[in-house]
């Protein structure tokens, strides 16, 4: 990656952690649940509101945590509304792959290519549980699920 691009997917990641997206409760959703990865002290709540259809209509979180997971937050509840939930489990496997290298290689959409910007995460080992945790929160919310953990 050059330096100029490594800059600028700091930025994307600077600003989406210090000026969060959907960064609210909610008193409708229809699901949620709360992550938390005590490896870096990242804790946060996803609120996902379902329509009668199955796709989400809203999501937001609420958390306290390092740029990459305020981040990721951030860009994932932007990216899910209007999908549907196996639509979601879908973007999560990319999402997954994405920073780890592992499972499979799953194609993206472009919107979901916008998440590329957090996967220099897969040279630090350990914040690969800061991006993915918002994820990991999500899947658990959507499978009925409250809590979660990395560790
Ligand atoms: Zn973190």
Same mark, same amino acid.
């Given at each position: ?21 959907? =960064?609210? $409760? ?9 992550? !938390?990865?005590? #490896?870096?002290? @990242? ?48 973007? =999560?496997? $990319? ?9 499979? !290689?799953?194609? #993206?959409?472009? @919107? ?40």
């Amino acid at each position: 990656m050059s330096d100029d691009l490594r800059e600028l997917y700091q930025e994307v990641i600077l600003d989406h952690g210090k000026n969060p997206r959907n =960064f609210h $409760a909610s008193d409708d959703a229809t699901n949620e649940a709360r992550g !938390n990865n005590p #490896l870096c002290g @990242d804790q946060l709540v996803i609120y996902i509101k379902l329509d009668a259809d199955g796709k989400i209509a809203d999501a937001s979180f609420l958390g306290k945590g390092c740029a990459i997971s305020m981040a990721s937050a951030s860009m994932m509840t932007d990216l899910l509304k209007g999908r549907s939930a196996e639509e979601a489990q879908h973007m =999560f496997e $990319a999402f997954h792959h994405m920073c780890t290298g592992e499972g499979e !290689n799953v194609e #993206l959409d472009e @919107d979901v290519e916008k998440l590329k910007v957090l996967s220099g995460v897969r040279e630090f080992p350990t914040r690969v549980k800061c991006a993915t945790l918002p994820w990991h929160t999500l899947v658990a919310a959507l499978k009925g699920e409250n809590e979660i953990s990395t560790e």
